[in-house]
């Protein structure tokens, strides 16, 4: 038998399906989330023991898309096993932006409350008001708890959803701290609230520019400060 040579069309075809298997809308693939981990501080903390544990972007991304409902996309990271979500969680569409900001306000908190220090994951409490599963889960992977959830949901999303308050356990010192205006564009909240879902390639180019202002700003940049007590 004579082997069949590869004609260029096959080859063309073959690299422009390729192409468009890497772009199909979803929460971010490989190369972004490479890149923009590369260029964003790890986070750090200190787990039970005393060993010193740092978590990048991709790592925070990976643990997301582990414990969510995401047949077919992929990360950066080694894949794990997925989890069914749970019950009382109401799927987040928009995963990339909420576990920018999540991941931001990790940074913010502890330059804040533990200054020239490594939090301790027993010691860092952190909540956000709004109902948004990629923050609850990058908030989870940083402590080893689970976040406390609001108990009413808000209607709709607006950046009130971004408002954050965070407490240094053994201090007793709190801090209340918010999104700042323009790091997530208006049209991102007008859409979800009208219900586009995941996949919308117009929704998706918004989370990913949103995504990337918040991850190339420093946590000083990203938040106003609303309240803190001593």
């Known amino acids: 038998m004579h082997k ?28 972004d989330v490479q890149k923009i981990s590369a260029k964003t501080e790890p986070l750090r903390v200190r787990r039970s023991g005393g060993k010193v544990e740092t978590i990048t972007f991709a790592q925070a991304m990976d643990y997301h898309h582990a414990h969510e409902d995401h047949a077919g996309t992929v990360t950066s990271a080694t894949p794990k096993k997925s989890s069914k979500a749970e019950p009382e969680d109401d799927h987040d569409d928009g995963l990339c932006v909420g576990i920018a900001a999540g991941y931001q ?8 409350l533990f200054p020239d220090e490594t939090p301790s994951d027993a010691d860092f409490e952190l909540s ?27 209607k709709g999303m607006s950046l009130k959803s971004f408002t954050f308050k965070a407490r240094r356990i053994s201090t007793g010192k709190t801090l209340t701290f918010r999104l700042r205006p323009g790091l997530i564009p208006s049209e991102f909240f007008a ?16 989370k990913k520019q949103a995504a990337r202002k918040i991850l190339s700003a420093s946590p000083q ?4 400060r609303l309240t803190q007590e001593k």
């Open 105 to 112: 306000a990790i940074r913010y908190t502890a330059g804040a």
């Open 4 to 31: 069949v040579k590869p004609t260029i069309l096959t080859v063309v075809a073959a690299l422009i399906l390729t192409g468009w298997a890497l772009t199909q809308p979803g929460c971010t693939n490989p190369s």
């Open 191 to 206: 859409m979800k609230n009208r219900g586009v879902s995941c996949g919308d390639e117009a929704l998706e180019a918004l």
């Open 221 to 224: 940049e990203c938040f106003e």
């Open 128 to 154: 956000v008001a709004g109902a948004m599963r990629g923050v609850w889960d990058v908030m989870k992977f940083y402590t080893g708890r689970k976040l406390a959830k609001p108990k009413k949901k808000a």
